[in-house]
Structure formats: C-alpha cells, structure tokens
C-alpha cells in the first residue's frame, strides 16, 4: 500500500498558476502509475491527468489540454500538477491517485486539496 498526501492548493486569480505536489511515502513509488483527479461541489469527479510509471507517457482530460501538465520525479516519490492559465472553471477539489502498473484501477487516494479559482 502507498500512502498519498497532496499539498499546494489555495486561491489563485483567472489566469494565474498554481503548482499541486502528492508525496508518496514508500520508495517502491516508480512501481505505480499516478494520476490527478478532480471534483467540484455538485459536479462528477473528472479525469484530470495521468502519468505511467517512469514518465514516459502522459494523458490529459480534454478541459485540461495545452493548459496543465503533470510530471513526477521518482527520486523524490512524489509527482506534480502545473497549472496555467487557470480558469475560473477549474475550481474544484483535487485528488491525488496511485495504480499498480499491474492492475486497471486506482487503488490508493490521497486526501485532497482545494484549488479556488477567482474572476
């Protein structure tokens, strides 16, 4: 089991950027592929990006597109969300999720961090 703890959020105004981080706590971290997931007060949780185990591939939600970009440094345990060019729309809480190369699903979940965007 790895144990997933995001930290960066707080209030940005339209436009700006905001850099989300989830530390890992066990060094096996390069065996697991990660992602970034969202969900706003009365919306569905999106898929906002992913990244397979050692980087080499990157995927993104279509709202997030040539805007975030995420990335990980298996030395450290940890990987990133950049933010750019936030929208308004992109206020929501965020989650940090762990998968075993292995298996299909997310299985671990970190707590969540809130990202206010302002107008």
């Known amino acids: 089991q790895v144990q997933l703890e995001e930290s960066g959020g707080g209030l940005m105004q339209a436009g700006g950027s905001l850099r989300l981080s989830c530390a890992a706590s066990?060094?096996?971290?390069?065996?697991?592929?990660m992602g970034w997931f969202r969900q706003a007060p009365g919306k569905e949780r999106e898929f906002v990006a992913g990244i397979s185990s050692r980087g080499g591939s990157t995927y993104y939600g279509d709202s997030v597109k040539g805007r975030f970009t995420i990335s990980r440094d298996n030395a450290k345990n940890t990987v990133y969300l950049q933010m750019n060019s936030l929208k308004f729309e992109d206020t929501a809480v965020y989650y940090c999720?762990?998968?075993?190369?292995?298996?299909?699903?997310?299985?671990?979940w970190g707590q969540g961090t809130q990202v206010t965007v302002s107008s």
């Open positions: 999720a762990a998968r075993r190369v292995d298996s299909q699903e997310y299985n671990y």
């Open positions: 066990r060094r096996t971290f390069a065996t697991y592929a």
